[in-house]
Every structure is written in C-alpha cells, then in structure tokens.
C-alpha cells in the first residue's frame, strides 16, 4: 500500500465536483464555437499577474499583456524576469507530465531561472512558512524532501480519486512539505493547473490563479485550517470553489447553485471585505469576529457592522452561542 495523503471527501466536495464537471463541458463548446484567441490571450494574463501577486509581484495586468506581446516594460528587473518566467513555464505546461519528477524539476529551473542559485534543485536546507514575524508551519526537513516527494508522486500516478480532486490535495501536501528554497507557491499553483489540464486541457486557459489571488487570505486560511486538521478537505473545498468561480467568469451561462457569485450575479452589492468575511466563514463556520477582524486588517467594530449587513440581507446567520456557535452561509 503506497503513501495515502490525508483527506475526506465531504458532500460539499462532491457536489463542486459534479458543478465543475458539467460546467467545464459548456465552457469547452463555447471555446470550440468562438475560437476566442484574445480570450485565451487575456486570461493567460490574468493565471500569470495572479499567480505572480500573490507572491508580492507589483505588474499590474496591463504590463503582463504588454510583455505577452513581446514589448519591453519598465519595471523592477527582478519583478520583469518573474513574469518572463512564468509566461515561459505557462508556455511549455503541455510538455510536461505530473508524475515526472524530472519535469517537475525542469519546471521549477524555468520558473526560478536567474531569481535562486537552488533553481530545479530540491532545497538543501529548512524552511518555515511566515505569515508576517510568526512561523506558521514548519516545513519537513530538507533530507527528507526527495522521498516525500517521491511518494507524493507515486501516489499521483496511481491514483484514481477524481482529477478535480486529485489536483487539489497535490496543491496542499506539495505546499506542506515545501520541497523548494523558494518559488513553492507558484510551482503548486502550476502544477495544479498542469494536472487539470491533463484531464480537460480547457484549463491551460482558465485563469484559477487570478481568483485565487482575489481571495489571498482565504487561500492561506484554508491551507492552515488543513495542517491544524490533519486533513485537507478544507483546502480542497476552497480550490474547487476556485476553479468554479474562474469557469463561471469564462462562461457565457452562470453555473448552477453557483454560492456567492451566484448572489452577485442576482443583484446583491456586496463589497470586496463582505465577499472576504464570506469565503472565511465559508472555510471555518467558526471563525470569530476577532479572527475575522486580525485576517482582514479591519477593527472589530467593522467587521460586526458588515455582518450585521450580511444577516439583514439573509445571507448568512448564526447558529448557537457566541463562542461555541458556527456560521451558516445561506447563498
């Protein structure tokens, strides 16, 4: 028996499966009908400036379209060879296989060219993962790395879990053991959208990173909620929310029970922090107000005004107490 990452395959992950299923079929025919070239050319823009920013990179979308089109633009030269990179490794993602170790590698040599001295290489000492000064997960040691993720790999390979599925638990356990000195978030981000792309290769031109990037904060709460939980579900129902939400944005027909986008899309005004508070309290039913105000950066005076806002238009409510109760979302 190979190595079995830790995760439970809740409803909720089911019926994101099913949704995401039926949707990628849609999305499919209307690429084929339309042939949508400046589509696909503006959200290869969107999966590079998102996948980029969430690592602090500042091109804006405009100066990611620019150098797509070959023109040079003046920016920080660091920032400039990161989004070269990227373009480059999005480029060349038909070329490799998931489960291949050496293109993996390869990946991550193109991905960090010029940016680390360890590009393509595993790391060859720890590393802790920091939100702010705190240590918020203590990477596995470097010695150990190669057969991790050997075993992660062999169990890619062999797997039969459901590819929507199957990509997202790759994501969390690749970011858990966080095999390189540097470029982690990106890599997994790119080989997420790699593995989908070996089921439906629509998802080479799906921009997940730019959703991804527009929910930040839930996207490292999720990953935290599943090292606290020792199960990854968390993570994976966020990811297919995700990858929703992103085919929803490229469809000409809104996807069924389609959560908060289906909200917005029926008139609700919600802004950027109420569409926050949401997808956290969607991740962790009982997250508190003073979480919710440290994770936002919001005084807890703004965050109980916001939700009080939310509970008026019937869109979530509290179930119990205070401090033992949970969150029910009820879009």
């Known amino acids: 028996m190979g190595y079995q990452p830790p995760f439970t395959i809740t409803a909720e992950i089911l019926n994101l499966v099913a949704d995401i299923s039926q949707a990628v079929g849609r999305l499919t025919a209307e690429f084929e009908q339309e042939k949508l070239l400046r589509l696909r050319k503006v959200n290869r823009m969107r999966t590079v400036q998102g996948?980029?920013?969430?690592?602090?990179?500042?091109?804006?979308?405009?100066?990611?379209?620019?150098?797509?089109?070959?023109?040079?633009?003046?920016?920080?030269?660091?920032?400039?060879?990161?989004?070269?990179?990227?373009?480059?490794?999005?480029?060349?993602i038909s070329t490799w296989q998931p489960a291949d170790n050496k293109d993996l590698l390869a990946a991550h040599r193109l991905l960090m060219k010029g940016l680390i001295d360890e590009a393509g290489r595993y790391r060859s000492q720890g590393v802790g993962?920091?939100?702010?000064?705190?240590?918020?997960?203590?990477?596995?040691?470097?010695?150990?790395?190669?057969?991790?993720?050997?075993?992660?790999?062999?169990?890619?390979?062999?797997?039969?879990?459901?590819?929507?599925?199957?990509?997202?638990?790759?994501?969390?356990?690749?970011?858990?053991?966080?095999p390189f000195s540097d470029g982690n978030g990106r890599m997994g981000r790119l080989w997420q959208t790699l593995i989908l792309s070996q089921w439906q290769t629509i998802f080479i031109n799906i921009p997940v990173e730019s959703l991804v990037y527009q929910h930040q904060q839930a996207y490292?709460?999720?990953?935290?909620?599943?090292?606290?939980?020792?199960d990854c579900s968390p993570f994976i129902e966020f990811m297919l929310h995700m990858i929703r939400d992103a085919i929803e944005e490229g469809s000409a027909q809104p996807i069924k029970n389609a959560g908060l986008n289906a909200g917005l899309n029926a008139g609700l005004k919600l802004s950027p922090l109420d569409q926050t508070i949401l997808e956290f309290m969607r991740i962790d039913p009982t997250i508190t107000n003073a979480v919710l105000a440290e994770q936002t950066g919001k005084a807890i005076s703004t965050i109980e005004r916001r939700i009080k806002k939310l509970k008026e238009q019937t869109l979530v409510k509290r179930i119990g107490a205070k401090k033992t109760g949970h969150w029910e979302l009820l879009l």
């Open 220 to 230: 490292y709460l999720a990953i935290r909620s599943s090292t606290a939980n020792t």
């Open 129 to 178: 993962v920091m939100s702010g000064d705190q240590v918020v997960h203590m990477a596995p040691q470097a010695d150990r790395v190669p057969k991790l993720m050997q075993k992660l790999l062999a169990w890619l390979a062999d797997t039969d879990i459901h590819p929507l599925i199957a990509s997202c638990v790759f994501h969390y356990e690749f970011e858990f053991i966080h």
């Open 51 to 92: 996948s980029l920013a969430i690592e602090g990179n500042t091109l804006s979308q405009t100066q990611i379209t620019a150098m797509l089109d070959g023109k040079r633009v003046i920016a920080p030269p660091k920032e400039v060879l990161e989004a070269q990179n990227a373009i480059a490794a999005y480029d060349a």
